[in-house]
């Protein structure tokens, strides 16, 4: 898939999760354009056009990031700070897709810019659920913010 | 002294002063008149006048005693000098020694008698100052009264005498004599004196003075009879001195006679021859000289008539010679011879001289009477005079004397009736007296019988009993007879007899009138009582007695002794108890101390007792515990403190004092609090290391909280990504592959999916236990009526509105709404859940408010539970039924105890197995804000 079609950025170093979000997302039509990477560097890497992704044309920006918090390397807070302090990239949705209900999490993304914080059920039917219902969200009612 | 006599005394003695003074005046200016009075009359000397200044000096001293010491011994020395001069001056008379004091300030010039001593006073005046200068010394003493009274009587009689009747008689010497203003002086003098002494007008009595009258009286007349007798001796002498000078004169003129006859005689013999002439002749010449020696004799005592009548003896001899030469010529011869020789022998001159020299004779002798006559004249004038004026002194004296004794008497008379008449009036009161005392009597004797206090008499020798009264009958039990039959010993023990008697005789040594005593005396019934005595002397009948009052005080010293001990008990406690108790009185002594406090005070108890605070704490004035004694001193307030006190070597205690106003002072409680205040400081110590502890523990708790977060952060993430992965493929399984399951598969295809989500729910649970741990609790006001009924609705509808609820209202509660609410939550749905499967499920609600608590209590009419495993109900998975029968992770109600304990309440539940259970849970009660 180029990267210049990426619509949905999923960063989920779980790949089990990876896979339901994704079936969720497929099962709502949503999950087209969708591109995952397993942590947070690779992340980073392919928002600025670093390391693995250099050369990568950064103008095209996903229309909305699903960012799991708990990943090795550069976990989802760090990620969040840095996409959020960066002119290049801050007006882009992040919706933190997480297992923890903890509130210093929650608040601390919230500060650092968060746009929406889910904490994916356990059970799979509400999860799919979930998840769709947020793809659809911000794919399809929200109006993307002009670059 | 009263005010008239004094009054007198300092006039008299101003107006000796005066004359005194007028006297040297007359000295200095030669003025007679002021020296004697009546000018060549006897003057005042300089020294008499001197003398009777500072008499008169001692007399103003006496009545105006002057403030300064040092003038106190003046009148005394003044004295001394006065008599010194006296007593030298009659020394100067006696032994006719001149001591150089007459003349000492003025020159005399008087001279006047040959016995006369220039300027040296009288040897009266000089004796009236030696007994004025006694007198002046032994001033108003009692034991000198009659010295006094005489003296002074004695000088005024002779200035008196000297004034009045010697001055007129010529014939008294001058220097015994007084001058007029000396005499004068003399008496004021002596009035003065006189009346200084209080003591000589009541000493001397009327007698005396009478006395004293009459001999005066009788010295005067004396006076006066040796007068007259001195003058009658005079007048005797005077008549014989005239029968003296007739003789001389006749005996003159008879010797001229004869002198002729014999001239005659001869010469008419001569002539005639007749012898009858001659016989004429013979007879004078034989008488003639017989008439001589006469003469002579006569005035043998005057020398110039001795003289003339020997010159007259001679002319005598000579004529008759010559008369005989005649004759003899006549006889012999013839006439002519004779006439011859009368004729040439003129004879004649010879009797013309005996005619002149017997004139002579008879003119002196003449003259001499007349002289002698004239003096006698004189002085029988002057006597006269004295004598008529010292006669009016006798009268004038005896007219005093007898003016006194009728004065004295009409005085007496008075008195006698005054007398008479307060006898009368004596006896009148005598009578009421009388009248009185038997009423009095009689009423005393009212008293004494019907005195509520027993009373008798005892005879003091025998110790009889004379009287008592109805009330000593009736307490002691004895009748009157059997009273006056006894003896006090008799109603006293055996111990008490020797008691008494030896008090007894003490007390009549000591002729103590009053006496009183606690005694035991014995009843007629044997019974012992205490009474009080008391006591006096008094003569009853004649006899020496005593009158004894008794009061029965058995009850009174009970109760005494009971306060004694009562005392002593409190005392005691005082004394020994733990606390250090001291009273000090106002003058910060100590007044009372106890073994405690002395303990405190490091002193012994006899050291501080009677001691002031600062004697035996030097310092304390500067020290903080000082300004509380005088607070509780000044304000009589109680104070109550803690103070580190500082002993005098230094040492340091604690005490915890209570300052309290008592009457005698203050009153200080004080415990030794050293040793509680160093464990306080231990405390405090050990606190200061707790706190330190409870902070590392604090640190080690929020590490542990970080760690357990961290935990239950790695549960939730971690735990539940299996979880969603199990669930999430499960369901894939089913969506994808569901033809290709038999049902056998989709069975375990469910099973697989339903624990899956039990898990899930229990994770979340546990997850929300661990969370209300970290949650802080926000308190508010909680209607919980309004709660509780909402989330009663809430939960039924859960089970189709099949339960009914049984609510009043409920008390507000304070607390964090959340954490209520869930707790009300969990209650209703276990209520509800457990009583879903009754016929009619019911949910009661209640809330009830006891001391600071509101109890809440939800109950069910559902299953219930065994109170067995009730201490199970609140354990987190603890469960009392199984999963099929009742869903349920077991951890709400270990949430509900959780939530409850972090609201300091209480919950508890009680039940029965089919029965229904009800759970209880308090809040604190709040004020509701």
């Given at each position: 898939m180029a ?41 980073l ?5 670093t ?16 960012l ?7 976990d ?6 840095r ?12 919706v933190?897709?997480?297992s ?9 993304c ?13 059970e799979?039917?509400n ?21 | 002294?009263?005010k ?16 005194s003074?007028?006297a ?15 000018p ?13 200044i ?6 103003l001293?006496y ?9 106190h011994s ?8 006065i ?11 006696v032994y ?10 003025f ?24 007994f004025i200068?006694i007198?002046?010394l ?32 010529s ?13 004068i ?6 009035v ?18 009478l ?7 009788i010295?005067?007349i004396?006076?006066?009879s040796i ?11 005077t ?19 004869l ?5 005659s ?33 006569l005035?043998k005592?005057?020398?110039p008539?001795?003289?003339?009548i020997e ?9 008759i010679s ?9 006889n012999?011869?013839d006439?002519?011879?004779a006439?011859y ?8 001159f010879?009797?013309?001289?005996i ?24 002085s029988?004038?002057s ?13 004038l ?6 003016f006194a ?6 005085v007496?008379k ?21 009248e009185?005392i ?23 020798k ?10 000593a ?7 009157r ?5 006894m003896?006090t010993?008799?109603?006293?023990n055996?111990?008490?007899k ?9 007390a009549?040594m ?13 009843k ?6 205490q009474?009080e ?9 004649g ?5 004894v009052?008794?009061?029965d005080?058995t009850?009174?010293?009970k109760?005494?002794?009971?306060l ?8 005691y406690?005082?004394?020994n ?15 009372y101390?106890n ?17 002031t ?5 030097p310092?304390?004035e500067?020290?903080a ?5 005088q ?10 403190l ?5 002993f005098?070597?230094?040492?340091r ?16 409680l004080s ?6 205040k ?6 405090k110590?050990?606190n200061?290391g ?27 993430h971690?735990l ?14 089913e ?14 295809l ?5 624990n ?26 909680i209607?919980m009526t ?14 189709g ?18 954490l209520?609410?869930?707790?009300i939550?969990?209650l ?11 016929k009619k ?9 006891t001391?600071g608590?509101?109890i ?22 603890q ?25 300091n309440?209480?919950?508890w539940a ?11 849970f308090?809040l604190?009660?709040?004020e509701?804000?």
């Open positions: 990267d210049t079609e990426v619509e949905i950025l999923l960063v989920e170093d779980n790949l089990n999760d990876a896979e339901l979000t994704i079936r969720a997302l497929r099962k709502g039509n949503i999950a087209n354009k969708l591109f995952h990477l397993k942590d947070g560097v690779a992340a890497d392919f928002l600025f056009g390391g693995e992704y250099a050369g990568r044309n950064t103008i095209n920006r996903p229309k909305l990031i699903m799991d918090l708990k990943m090795p390397k550069i989802g807070i760090e990620v969040l700070a996409i959020k302090g960066n002119e290049l990239t801050k007006k882009i949705p992040v933190i897709l997480t923890s209900k903890e509130s210093p999490d929650m608040e601390k919230y500060e650092l810019g968060a746009n929406s914080y889910i904490v994916k059920p356990v799979f039917d999860f799919k659920q979930a998840v769709s219902d947020v793809g659809l969200y911000w794919l399809l009612l929200n109006q993307p913010p002009p670059f | 002294m009263n008239k006599s004094k009054t007198i005394s300092i006039s008299a003695a101003l107006v000796t002063i005066l004359i003074i007028m040297i005046i007359g000295w200095f200016t030669h003025n007679d008149f002021l020296r004697a009075v009546v060549g009359s006897v003057t005042m000397k300089f020294n008499t006048a001197l003398c009777l500072l008499c008169s000096v001692v007399l001293l009545h105006f005693p002057p403030k300064n010491k040092t003038w003046i009148p005394a020395i003044l004295s001394v000098v008599f010194l001069v006296g007593l030298l001056t009659l020394l100067e008379y006719e020694f001149d001591f150089a004091i007459d003349e000492l300030f020159k005399d010039e008087q001279s006047t008698t040959a016995i006369y001593y220039a300027g040296r006073m009288s040897p009266v005046s000089a004796l009236n100052f030696v200068g007198g002046l032994l001033l108003n003493n009692e034991k000198a009264a009659i010295y006094q009274f005489f003296y002074l009587a004695g000088i005024t009689f002779v200035s008196l005498v000297m004034l009045i009747g010697f001055n007129f008689i014939d008294i010497s001058t220097f015994v004599r007084l001058g007029i203003s000396v005499a002086g003399f008496i004021l003098l002596s003065s004196i006189y009346f200084a002494q209080p003591v000589l007008q009541k000493k001397i009595s009327f007698e005396l003075k006395v004293t009258g009459f001999t005066s009286v010295i005067l004396s006076l006066l007068f007259s007798s001195y003058f009658s001796a005079r007048r005797i002498k008549s014989q001195m005239i029968k003296h000078t007739n003789a001389v004169l006749n005996e003159a003129g008879q010797i001229l006679s002198t002729k006859d014999i001239e005689g001869s010469r008419g013999y001569v002539i005639t021859g007749d012898s009858s002439f001659l016989e004429y002749f013979i007879i004078a010449k034989n008488n003639i000289f017989n008439s001589i020696k006469k003469l002579k004799q005035t005592d005057n020398s008539q001795q003289a003339r010159s007259l003896s001679a002319l005598v001899d000579k004529r010559f008369s005989s030469q005649m004759v003899q010529a006549r012999e011869r006439l002519e011879e006439s020789l009368v004729a040439t022998r003129n004879e004649n010879v009797t013309i001289g005619r002149k020299i017997t004139g002579e004779i008879q003119q002196e002798e003449s003259k001499l009477l007349a002289q002698r006559q004239s003096e006698n004249n004189k029988i004038v006597f006269n005079r004295a004598f008529i004026v010292l006669l009016g002194g006798v009268f004296l005896l007219a005093v004397i007898l004794i009728r004065h004295n008497i009409s007496r008075k008195a006698e009736i005054e007398l008479t008449k307060l006898n009368n009036e004596l006896e009148h009161k005598v009578l009421l007296r009388t009185q038997e009423r009095s009597e009689k009423r005393y004797r009212y008293l004494f019988e019907n005195n509520p206090l027993p009373m008798w008499i005892i005879d003091l025998t110790f009889k009993f004379l009287d008592v009264n109805e009330m009958t009736l307490q002691y039990g004895y009748s007879e059997e009273f006056l039959s003896t010993l008799d109603i006293r055996d111990e008490d020797e008691l008494f008697k030896q008090s007894d005789h003490l009549q000591n002729e103590t009138i009053h006496s009183k005593g606690i005694w035991n005396h014995r007629k019934d044997g019974t012992i009582i009474v005595i008391i006591a006096h002397k008094l003569i009853f009948e006899m020496p007695a005593r009158f009052l008794s009061n005080v009850e009174k010293k109760a005494e002794e009971k004694i001990a009562s005392e002593k008990q409190f005392r406690t005082l004394d108890m733990m606390e250090g108790a001291q009273i000090i009185g106002f003058d910060w002594r100590y007044k101390v073994d405690s406090m002395a303990k405190h005070g490091k002193y012994a108890k006899e050291q501080l007792l009677g001691c605070v600062m004697e035996k704490y310092g304390i500067q020290s515990i000082y300004p509380v004694y607070k509780c001193f000044n304000e009589r307030i109680s104070i109550h803690e103070n580190e006190f500082t005098p070597d230094k040492t205690g604690w005490f915890e004092f209570s300052f309290l106003p008592v009457p005698e002072g203050i009153f200080i415990i030794d609090i050293t040793e509680r160093k464990a306080q400081a231990e405390i110590a050990l200061e707790l706190e330190a502890k409870v902070e590392e523990r604090t640190l080690q708790l929020i590490s542990v909280n970080q760690e357990l977060e961290a935990f239950s952060y790695s549960v939730s971690d539940r990504a299996p979880l969603r992965a199990v669930s999430g493929y499960a369901k894939i399984l969506e994808d592959y569901k033809d290709v399951f038999d049902e056998e598969g989709s069975r375990l469910e099973v697989i999916q339903n899956g989500k039990k898990m899930g729910s229990l994770i979340d649970d546990l997850l929300a236990f661990s969370r209300l741990g970290r949650k802080p609790v926000n308190r508010s006001s209607d309004q709660l509780a009924e909402g989330v009663f609705t809430e939960v039924n509808k859960t089970i509105n099949r339960a009914k609820i049984k609510m009043d209202c409920l008390h507000p509660a304070m607390g964090d709404y959340t209520i609410n869930q707790v939550t969990n209703i749905s276990n209520a509800v859940k457990y009583s879903a499967a009754t499920p019911s949910v009661e609600i209640r809330s009830e408010k001391a608590e509101l809440y209590s939800i109950s069910d009419n559902g299953v219930g539970f065994d109170m067995n495993y009730a201490h199970k109900l609140f354990g987190v998975f469960r009392l039924h199984s999963a099929e029968e009742f869903e349920g992770t077991g951890v709400g109600l270990a949430i509900v105890k959780r939530i409850v304990n972090k609201h309440g209480r919950v009680e039940g029965q197995l089919g029965k229904g259970a009800t759970f209880y308090t604190p009660d709040h509701i804000i």
